[in-house]
């Protein structure tokens, strides 16, 4: 067949691409199933043959109507393979068989007689005409026609190629094992802390409202005692006066016995009225200044006053002792003298002295946090610190990470599975989701045996800090997730070993 004849061949079976749509499409790749279905029942193909047009029928249905190219190779690939199958059939076997498709390059003479001594030796066993091109082709159609798939859509709806499927179930095992118990840990530590937080800010606001309380009526005590401070000023000052006009009387009052009694020396006697006059005046001078102190006895101390004479004593010009009987009292110029003597350290009206009265400042109470809240802010403190340190975060830590370490596992041998799926009628995607399963509870196991001490010659756990131990913990959960392949060895052997040596037959 030379060069003109090809191109005239597919002259005939090219179709314009801008005429073609969706029914024309169906309808030629129809076409090509009824010439491959004719053929196979009309003539015997070889092995070779039947492979290669099912590949190419398995393309047909990624063909859609803007494929018209790869439907035109398409096309002209079957029909060049069942013409050469078709032509190799019904050429005789001899040594002066020649190749049509090579007759025009006789420059080279040796080659071609090694073509002719290579298909006289295969006989029965010579390949297909083209099939090098035939096969060229499909690999274009293939690569030109593929179209994929969104992968994050893929993933999450687990329709596609086989090892699609095994990525979705992995994917979904790793959402649910590995992000979820980290999500977990992660909120436990933000409630925890946002407990603490709310506790202390609760604190802090409440001391702030009993500060601002109090500073409130501190202010008030304030006010109330300056008002306190004036009226005792004005008290002392009237107190001040009222005494000047006392000790003046009283001075007055001195001078006058003075003057009695030496006019009574001079004369040779006094009086008993006289003497009982000037006690009287004394008595209620100072009945007036008693008064006067019991009244503001609640107000505070006053000034001291200038202390009362003592009694003048009368004697008669015989130098003796005036007998004349004393009918009138004499205490009350004492006790007041005895009054204003017991305040020693009072004030003066430059210094006075405030005394307020009982009741008259309020005390301060202790500022202290409402107890239920108090209480409340405790308890969930002390309910999520027993979340996380009985072993709650460990616990996510060995799953999480057990988890991923037997998805790493998974994925590294996908290979593996997807040929085992082949041979077996295995969905990957079960597989990739149930299969990491096994490396994490393997993992699980593993970190409680260490917690539970059964190892600790080999490892000092109590000693290790807690930012050590958990990096230690997600070390051994992940070897162990990831050493999932040797769950199956390690559950034999445990078994053999707890059954004990199988009797002998």
């Not at 005046?281 to 101390?301: C, K, W, Y």
């Not at 830590?397 to 997807?418: N, Q, Y």
């Amino acid at each position: 067949m030379t060069a003109n004849e090809i191109k005239s061949q597919v002259d005939q079976l090219k179709i314009d691409a801008p005429e073609v749509d969706n029914g024309e499409v169906q309808a030629r790749v129809q076409r090509l199933i009824g010439l491959i279905k004719k053929s196979l029942r009309s003539q015997t193909l070889t092995a070779k043959t039947q492979k290669e047009l099912a590949r190419l029928l398995s393309l047909a249905p990624s063909l859609k109507d803007h494929h018209t190219q790869q439907l035109d190779l398409l096309d002209l690939a079957v029909s060049l393979l069942i013409e050469s199958d078709e032509t190799n059939h019904h050429q005789p076997l001899t040594g002066n068989a020649t190749d049509t498709t090579v007759s025009h390059a006789s420059k080279d003479s040796n080659v071609s007689k090694a073509s002719n001594a290579s298909k006289i030796f295969k006989g029965s066993k010579k390949e297909p005409k083209n099939l090098v091109f035939v096969q060229e082709t499909r690999r274009q159609i293939d690569q030109q026609s593929r179209t994929y798939p969104d992968v994050m859509r893929a993933i999450f709806t687990g329709n596609g190629t086989p090892y699609i499927r095994l990525v979705s179930g992995l994917s979904w095992f790793f959402f649910v094992f590995v992000l979820a118990p980290l999500l977990l840990l992660g909120a436990t530590l933000v409630v925890r802390e946002a407990a603490r937080d709310l506790a202390d800010y609760t604190e802090a606001k409440q001391t702030a409202a009993s500060l601002t309380n109090e500073n409130t009526k501190l202010q008030g005590a304030n006010a109330q005692l300056a008002t306190e401070k004036e009226r005792l000023e004005n008290r002392n000052k009237a107190l001040i006066a009222q005494l000047g006009v006392t000790e003046s009387k009283l001075s007055n009052l001195s001078e006058h016995l003075v003057v009695s009694s030496e006019a009574a020396a001079q004369n040779g006697g006094v009086s008993a009225r006289q003497v009982t006059v000037s006690l009287g005046t004394l008595e209620d001078i100072s009945r007036d200044i008693s008064t006067e102190l019991r009244v503001n006895d609640t107000v505070g101390p006053v000034p001291a006053a200038t202390p009362l004479p003592s009694p003048v004593t009368l004697e008669s010009p015989n130098n003796e002792p005036n007998n004349e009987p004393n009918n009138e009292p004499n205490n009350e110029p004492n006790n007041g003298t005895t009054e204003q003597a017991a305040m020693p350290n009072a004030g003066s009206a430059d210094n006075p002295v405030i005394r307020p009265t009982a009741g008259s400042v309020p005390e301060a109470s202790s500022a202290s946090v409402p107890a239920k809240i108090r209480d409340a802010a405790a308890g969930a403190i002390t309910t999520v610190d027993d979340l996380v340190t009985n072993r709650f975060s460990l616990i996510l830590l060995a799953i999480s990470m057990g988890a991923l370490g037997s998805t790493i596992s998974v994925i590294v041998r996908a290979d593996t599975f997807i040929q085992q799926a082949q041979q077996s009628d295995n969905d990957l995607f079960l597989t990739g989701f149930f299969r990491p399963f096994v490396g994490m509870s393997f993992a699980i196991f593993c970190v409680a045996l260490v917690e539970a001490g059964i190892f600790s010659g080999l490892f000092d756990i109590d000693n290790r800090q807690d930012a050590d131990r958990a990096y230690f913990y997600v070390a051994i959960a992940f070897v162990a997730g990831f050493s999932e392949r040797l769950v199956r060895d390690v559950v034999i052997k445990t078994e053999d070993t707890l059954a004990g040596p199988k009797p002998r037959e």
